[in-house]
């Protein structure tokens, strides 16, 4: 099997999840779409040696040389043109997008063709992509994005510094960093946006902010127990890899955070609004108080136990146990 994938060479959720395909599933081919002219992201193409390199959205008139020498097209969230699944399909090539559901365009644009496979990464709203999907004629399965414990240090933690990761902020807070920020003003908060953590450090004088912090390793060192109070959203890396390290996770009792954590983590969270990116989206807040009880009762922990909890969970989304599953999903077609 000819593999082609387009990739992301950006510091983005999108840039770490196209590179670990790009190492796991070993592909023919990779092309690294560079939109660093539309959204002003760094890239690092040494992230994929050897990688052809398109400035741009690639027009009608690239998709060809992207579809040669392929037998599957491999591509996260987006296709950058929809008509590269028209074309492939013409030419008996099989395309495969690794969704997250609230960019599914396919709903709002119709008239455009659609991939032969849908991957969710986790389970939120996975019904009703399938539904859509399937009247369409294409298959939608869930796999887990996989977490690199190769890359991941674990260790047993012994204190319970709070930790909370901003990354580069989504829409309505996605992360529920004021959220935390509200519960524990003192923790520790990431991000990836200078001008945001410049906008933290003036609100949260008690907290302590770090921007654009590179290794992963790092990271997770700057605490013990990560504070996720997520609005919305499917697939966090953050989870995974904060539980590869050893780290115990609080989150919302909302899918897909309550598909994989212990119901002892969750903080019960309601819906307070919506919006509409593609799909419809509820947007979730966590309940103040249980939060900052939840928190205490973590507090109260043997953090031993709770970090050997964090890696076996982390064992069951690893590469080594889902690499399989993604082979032969790509191998099916």
Not at 224 to 232: A, G
């Amino acid at each position: 099997m000819r593999l082609t994938l387009l990739a992301r060479a950006d510091k983005t959720g999108l840039g770490y999840q196209t590179q670990a395909y790009y190492k796991h599933l070993k592909p023919n081919k990779t092309v690294v779409i560079d939109l660093s002219i539309l959204n002003g992201q760094p890239q690092d193409n040494s992230m994929y040696p050897g990688a052809e390199i398109i400035l741009g959205i690639p027009d009608d008139d690239r998709i060809d040389s992207i579809l040669d020498d392929t037998d599957v097209l491999l591509t996260a969230e987006t296709p950058y043109n929809l008509s590269i699944y028209t074309r492939a399909r013409q030419r008996g090539i099989k395309t495969v997008c690794v969704e997250n559901p609230e960019f599914y365009d396919h709903i709002k644009y119709p008239e455009f063709d659609m991939p032969d496979l849908i991957i969710l990464p986790s389970v939120w709203k996975f019904n009703e992509i399938r539904h859509h999907a399937n009247s369409r004629g294409t298959r939608v399965i869930n796999i887990h994005h996989p977490v690199d414990r190769d890359l991941i240090t674990f260790r047993i933690r012994e204190t319970h510094r709070m930790l909370h990761i901003a990354g580069s902020p989504a829409v309505h807070d996605r992360n529920g960093t004021i959220d935390f920020l509200q519960c524990c003003p003192e923790g520790t908060v990431t991000t990836q946006s200078t001008d945001y953590s410049r906008l933290l450090r003036s609100d949260y004088r008690h907290s302590t902010v770090y921007d654009n912090i590179q290794d992963n390793n790092m990271l997770y060192q700057l605490g013990d127990i990560l504070v996720m109070p997520r609005k919305y959203g499917g697939n966090c890396l953050p989870l995974n890899e904060a539980l590869a390290s050893g780290m115990p996770v609080i989150m919302t009792d909302i899918e897909p955070n309550n598909n994989l954590l212990p119901a002892e983590w969750l903080v019960p969270a309601s819906i307070v609004d919506r919006f509409e990116p593609r799909t419809a989206v509820d947007i979730y807040q966590a309940n103040y108080d249980a939060l900052i009880q939840k928190m205490a009762w973590f507090r109260a922990q043997d953090m031993k136990h709770l970090s050997q909890q964090a890696s076996a969970i982390a064992d069951t989304i690893s590469w080594t146990t889902l690499l399989p599953r993604w082979q032969e999903a790509l191998h099916d077609l």
